[in-house]
């Protein structure tokens, strides 16, 4: 299923409010009904030029749905660049953000996967901790993977 | 497990995180980053043992964590639960659901 979302991302803010709201029903719909309206009642020169238009359109915003979901893709880093440069809500906004995503930062590891063994040293530097040593001790693990920003 | 920055200063900065006072440009070194992380789970009060990843990303790449994500490895090391990629699919209710079934068998 694909979806837009007026959530924010890291609480902008965006999360629910009316602007998201508004962005989803009132300009797709205002734009279909637009689009039929010229369709029935419009000179067939002005249906074809629109439907080009519509076409050229609805390509543009294909190609930037996998420009977006092929910056998903790449490091961190690189991703956050490429979201630095888009002015404010307008991927979350225009584009299927969410959907793109989930997709994109599924990751390979599945459920009932052997889960890839580590050694890190605690913030503190106390000591290190190994998960295969914590598994051993026949308890399951939690971990929560983030930063603070 | 900490790992690399969601939103550095110097990168993609967010306005809640300066609403918040959390503004850290991207760490450079381990002991930048060892900052950050310290400064992270003493002002949150996280309890569970917290972890650096190392500069090179390596176990964040291997579970493809970044920014957030949750696992549920069982006693066997396996993957019991996998949140889907967070921000949004960071769901503490799911995790708390996959433990209760996990403990139960």
Known sequence: ?149 | MYITEAHPSDVWQMQSNIRDSVVFASPHTEEERALIAGACVSKLGIKPAAVLDQFGNATEKAYTAWPDRLYLIDATGRVAYKSRPGPFGFNAGELGDALKQVVAH
């Open chain 1, 1 to 149: 299923m694909i979806y837009f979302t007026s959530k924010g991302w890291a609480g902008e803010g965006i999360a629910g409010n009316g602007l998201g709201r508004l962005f989803r029903l009132l300009i797709p719909g205002s734009f279909i009904l637009i689009i039929t309206t010229l369709l029935a009642y419009g000179r067939t020169v002005m249906k074809k030029v629109l439907l080009r238009i519509v076409a050229l359109l609805a390509i543009l915003w294909l190609c930037a749905c996998g420009a977006i979901y092929a910056a998903m893709r790449q490091p961190p880093e690189a991703f956050a660049h490429v979201m630095a440069r888009i002015p404010g809500p307008v991927a979350f906004l225009a584009f299927p953000f969410e959907t793109l995503w989930m997709r994109a930062r599924a990751g390979d590891l599945k459920q009932g996967d052997l889960a890839p063994d580590f050694t890190l040293t605690r913030v503190d530097k106390s000591s290190s901790i190994q998960l295969s040593a914590l598994t051993a001790k026949q308890r399951p693990v939690v971990l929560i993977f983030g930063s603070y920003t």
